[in-house]
């Protein structure tokens, strides 16, 4: 039987070929293989400093490295962690924290300035000015939505931390604050508000905690944020305002504004009553088709006096509470005003007509609220005319302001 002789190259290419059988049957941890992602011992994390070791939780794992540490979990994959991030991460209690495992590598924000980790419970953001801070729960979803380091607040300042009575939460960042309890959720207050409710004694005022973010007044200048106990407004020329009561407007339109919009003239309004404390708020809005009253007759547009027009018209009440007042926006009155706030008795409000100036709403209200005219066009309550107002905004003195708090159709808040 003749004997057949193995090619000694061939032999070692198959015992070659077989450990490589054997090796890839073998399952590479996801942490080595992130490892050798990132470079590997020729990386930036450096060579290994432990083993792979599995975490007090018995489910996820890790690895340290010289310069950072690699983190598994099943439902998170594996993602490194480093430098100042993984500090503040180790300071809080690694996976062990509310933070709980990270879910994405240290990234660079879209800045180019700051890094961020997302973790299971929240993230970590850092930036060279700042450091390094957590943001989590309803604090993180405020600042999310308003587009994180991006927006006005731009970087965390501090962890969310427990407020002195124990109930509330928060996070400073360089551009302002989120402030959050169980029954307001989670705001921001930022600029001129924040300093002022700062300065008041933040939520320990008696303004308490804030119940909405900073919002433009009908569309102007001017911005309020509101509070448990009141508001505080802001415009460049009336600055800020704290807010103690209100006044519910009601508006129903026979024709529509056409020199000024009711957005425009609600503005004007609120920086004015601002001066006053109080607060204006446009509750609802009503189309009349009321043709026959568009041209409604004010007779001598004189209080405790109406005409049977103005009793019909005022008469249109839907959705108006017992403290609150209506506006009539109408074509014209007759005899001709820019508007007239003589009004039936139980029914506070006031006519005011489509070209009428940016003033004459909140004047008009004015003499509802109890105020007289003065001979003095630095003043809302000038009796020559709301266009020939001097001085926009136009002033209230302390006497008119306490008359209007006390005419009982504000509310306080």
Not at 181 to 204: N, Y
Not at 327 to 338: D, E, K, L, R
């Amino acid at each position: 039987m003749s004997k057949f002789k193995i090619d000694p190259q061939l032999q070692v290419q198959n015992e070659l070929l077989e450990k490589l059988k054997n090796l890839q049957a073998i399952p590479v941890h996801p942490i080595t293989t992130k490892y050798w992602s990132l470079g590997g011992s020729g990386g930036w994390l450096g060579t290994s400093t432990t083993g792979i070791l599995k975490c007090p939780d018995g489910i996820g794992s890790f690895q340290h490295y010289v310069n950072g540490s690699i983190y598994y979990h099943p439902s998170t994959g594996a993602h490194e962690v480093h430098g100042l991030i993984r500090a503040r991460w180790k300071s809080l209690g690694w996976e062990r924290s509310f933070l709980g495992y990270p879910k994405t590598d240290e990234t660079a924000t879209p800045d180019g300035i700051g890094r961020f980790n997302h973790f299971q419970g929240g993230s970590i953001y850092w930036s060279p000015s700042t450091g390094a801070w957590e943001v989590h729960g309803a604090i993180r979803s405020k600042y999310s939505s308003l587009g994180w380091e991006r927006s006005f607040l731009r970087y965390p300042l501090t962890n969310e931390t427990t407020c002195p009575d124990g109930v509330g939460r928060f996070n400073h960042f360089q551009g302002g604050s989120i402030y959050w309890t169980p029954s307001t959720g989670a705001h921001e207050v930022h600029g001129a508000i924040r300093s002022h409710w700062a300065s008041l004694g933040w939520e320990r005022s008696p303004l308490g905690y804030p119940t909405s973010d900073e919002l433009v007044v009908f569309g102007g200048d001017g911005r309020i944020s509101h509070f448990q106990h009141g508001s505080i407004y802001w415009s460049s020329t009336a600055g800020v305002r704290v807010l103690k009561e209100r006044i519910r407007v009601h508006v129903k339109i026979l024709t529509m504004p056409t020199r000024f919009t009711i957005n425009e003239q609600f503005a004007a309004m609120q920086e004015v009553y601002a001066m006053a404390g109080i607060r204006v708020d446009c509750a609802t809005t009503e189309n009349l088709n009321l043709p026959s009253l568009a041209d409604v007759d004010v007779g001598g547009c004189t209080m405790g006096s109406v005409t049977a027009e103005q009793i019909t018209l005022f008469g249109n009440r839907n959705f108006v509470g017992s403290n609150d007042v209506v506006v009539y926006f109408v074509n014209s009155t007759v005899p001709g005003y820019n508007g007239c706030a003589a009004y039936p008795s139980g029914r506070p409000g006031c006519v005011v007509v489509r070209t009428a100036s940016r003033w004459t709403l909140g004047h008009e209200f004015g003499h509802v609220l109890g105020l007289n005219h003065v001979n003095n066009n630095d003043r809302l309550m000038t009796g020559n005319g709301t266009f020939n107002i001097t001085n926009p905004p136009p002033n209230l003195t302390s006497g008119e302001s306490s008359t209007m708090r006390s005419s009982g159709l504000s509310t306080n808040l």
